[in-house]
């Protein structure tokens, strides 16, 4: 995809952060408190390659905050990855957990990678050298890691595997979005892309729009976008576009999600395997192509000020963590356009991981049923939780959301107070 100017994930989280802090009323050093990172471990480590090579692999694991509860964060397999980008998400992830009002803190880590040019056997090479590295910070009752971009449920199973012959014994608890056979939860692996779907619902109800045929353009085809997508086709809106790294396809009168989304498994893109009554676009046409809802269920800073002018959409529902930049931010507001801000429209999956750790901690397995009103319950509340406090205190969607998680982190710190 065109790469436009190099943005730091973590300048924008704590300009998001000034941003919200000035419509509490916090102790200054409260305030220096939650925007610092409680923990960083930077780990290199060597990885034995299927050509005999050994290649020097660097990852992290941050802990941001973990006021509210044992920390909780993604792994991310990326070339991208670095410390501030991980920090900035380790700080989402701090925030998301408070709005939905699960008890964590906030976590990430990740290998600087390119999966897609890795085996199967390399990754979990790396993933098992890895989770030794960092094995010291994780744990059920510390640090929970989850999927994130480019790892999956087969990863996760290696996270626990690795995690359980170092214990000697089986800890379920130490990972989410495991495999059902290891203990992972029900609705665990479409978790936020349904999120996101009923924070569009909730969004959609809110300004009079219908979902049954919105024209619906998501950037992204994994995990979320992909799971998104399907939840849209299935309440008959019209999927127009949907991207991958590569570039994505676009059919205005809605292309067929099964179909598409069968093509993009089975050759790993789009744009390699035309299919019926598509066109291909790339990812920097898909963000401003006319529709009603824009989903950014990719990576960070894909929405800026050089393309928000140009953003037609009347509401984005951000499945990624961090899509849009402050400036970017800023035009929206202006032009009216209705953001769901990412701690509140992803929090679907980090809110069933809570269930599947519940579950594990318990030995208990619940039923689809219980899965999905609970997440639903929890989805529909953050939202008018944040709705109510973006229309009392003027503030858009995002401040909101913020001051709503910053909130009660604060109110936990105060509340423990300060060691000695
Ligand atoms: P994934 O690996 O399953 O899918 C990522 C998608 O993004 C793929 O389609 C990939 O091709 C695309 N992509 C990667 N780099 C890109 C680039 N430079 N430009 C355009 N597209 C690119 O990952 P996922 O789990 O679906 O995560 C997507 C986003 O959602 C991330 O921001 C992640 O942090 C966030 N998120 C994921 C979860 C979860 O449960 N998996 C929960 C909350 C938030």
Redesign the pocket.
């Known amino acids: 995809?065109e790469k436009e100017e190099k943005i730091n994930s973590l300048d924008v989280a704590l300009r998001q952060v000034d941003k919200a802090v000035a419509h509490l009323d916090l102790d200054p050093g409260i305030i220096a408190k939650i925007k610092s990172t409680r923990r960083q471990l930077t780990v290199n480590f060597p990885v034995k390659m299927d050509d005999g090579s050994i290649k020097i692999f660097t990852g992290y694991r941050i802990q941001h905050n973990t006021t509210r509860g044992p920390a909780k964060g993604?792994i991310?397999y990326?070339p991208?990855v670095n410390l501030d980008e991980m920090k900035a998400?380790a700080m989402w992830m701090t925030w998301k957990c408070a709005v939905v009002n699960i008890p964590f803190g906030g976590a990430k880590g990740g290998v600087e990678c390119d999966p897609k040019s890795m085996s199967s056997r390399e990754i979990e090479n790396m993933t098992r050298r890895y989770v030794y590295e960092i094995a010291m910070m994780i744990g059920p009752d510390r640090d929970i890691p989850?999927?994130?971009?480019?790892?999956?449920p087969q990863v996760m199973a290696w996270i626990m595997d690795t995690y359980n012959t170092l214990k000697g014994y089986s800890v379920p608890g130490v990972v989410t979005?495991k495999p059902l056979e290891l203990g992972g939860s029900i609705g665990r692996l479409e978790?936020?892309g349904k999120g996101v779907f009923i924070i569009a619902q909730e969004a959609a109800k809110h300004l009079n729009m219908p979902i049954e045929g919105a024209r619906v353009v998501i950037?992204?085809?994994?995990?979320?976008?992909?799971t998104a997508a399907q939840y849209f086709d299935r309440a008959g809106a019209k999927i127009i576009g949907i991207?991958?790294?590569?570039g994505g396809i676009y059919n205005p009168n809605g292309l067929n999600v099964p179909e598409a989304l069968s093509c993009r498994n089975q050759y790993s893109?789009f744009i390699t395997h035309k299919g019926p009554g598509w066109d291909e676009i790339t990812?920097r046409e898909l963000l401003e192509l006319d529709c009603d809802i824009l989903i950014p269920?990719?990576?960070?800073n894909?929405l800026t000020h050089a393309n928000a002018p140009r953003v037609r959409a009347k509401m984005i529902v951000e499945?990624?963590?961090?899509?849009t930049t402050p400036e970017a931010d800023e035009i929206f507001n202006d032009r009216g356009i209705f953001i769901a801000p990412?701690i509140l429209a992803?929090?679907?999956?980090?809110t069933v991981?809570y269930f599947e750790w519940v579950q594990n901690l318990q030995e208990l397995i619940w039923n689809e049923e219980e899965i999905s009103e609970r997440l639903t319950r929890i989805m529909r509340k953050s939202f008018s939780d944040i709705l109510a406090i973006s229309q009392k205190e003027k503030a858009d969607m995002r401040t909101a959301a913020l001051m709503l998680g910053i909130g009660r982190v604060a109110q936990a710190t105060k509340l423990l107070g300060i060691y000695p």
């Open positions: 995809m993604g991310r990326h991208d998400l989850a999927p994130d971009v480019h790892t999956n979005g978790a936020t950037q992204g085809c994994g995990n979320v976008g992909g991207s991958d790294y590569d893109c990812n269920a990719a990576i960070e894909q499945g990624a963590n961090g899509p990412d992803n929090a679907g999956g980090v991981s």
